[in-house]
């Protein structure tokens, strides 16, 4: 009886101290904040290059955009860019640089004026970082002919006319230079009037050309014979 009496005793006790912890737990549970995990979102974005970035990385250049895709963004960090406005995009180490045809360029490539396509990433502070970044004015140049119009023998360039452009082609040590009946030619050897075939990097928008092999030559003129009557 005595054992009975003093249970009874303890129970209030025991519910009270159950129900205070379901409150402690209601009310640590209800404060405690669990933070989402950011997950980073891609964004294809073309434009034109506005401003240069730096000559080392990682560095910064800005874009004005012309078209995005997706064209909208859910759950995006920050403003969403908006077409027409200039977008500074990240440019990483681990960044790719690739001309038109897919090869890979140098940063010092990139040129203001020139259309890109960038392929970026979100970051949690609302900015992007490109992955990729192809520069739609360069591409690749194969034997076309032409005529040497002009020299500059001091930066090692020749204006080289076609018939529906006119380029500026640069050479530099790199370059494989050929004049027919020459052994070992030299830029010396290049003369006004001259045909030639390049080969080399174009970029199309200023119609220039880095070139990596030069064969010139100076056209053969026909003298026709006249015959004389007495």
Known sequence: MIAAMSLLSFSPALANEGNDNHENSTSTFA?????????????????????????????????????LFPAKAKKWAGSYPVIGNGLTVNIASTTR???????????????????VRIIAK??????????????????????NRGTIESIDSTNKTFTFKQSKRVLTVKITDATKLA?????????????????????GVINTRLNTVDASRVTAWTPVVKVHATSTIH
Do not use: C, H
């Not at 640089?97 to 259309?115: H, M, V």
């Not at 970082?129 to 192809?134: D, K, L, P, S």
């Open 31 to 67: 404060t405690s904040t669990i933070k989402a995990k950011f997950v980073r979102r891609s964004l294809t974005i073309k434009g034109t290059v506005v401003t240069l970035p730096g000559s080392s990385l990682p560095t910064t250049m800005v874009v004005k955009v012309s078209s």
């Open 97 to 115: 640089i690739i001309r038109l045809y897919g090869a890979k360029a140098g940063l010092s490539e990139l040129q203001a004026g020139d259309e």
């Open 122 to 143: 979100t970051n949690e502070d609302g900015t992007v970082t490109a992955q990729v970044v192809r520069d739609n004015s360069i591409n690749w140049l194969v034997w």
């Open 179 to 199: 004049v027919r009946g020459i052994t070992t030619s030299t830029f010396a050897d290049l003369k006004v009037g001259q045909k030639a075939d390049i080969k």
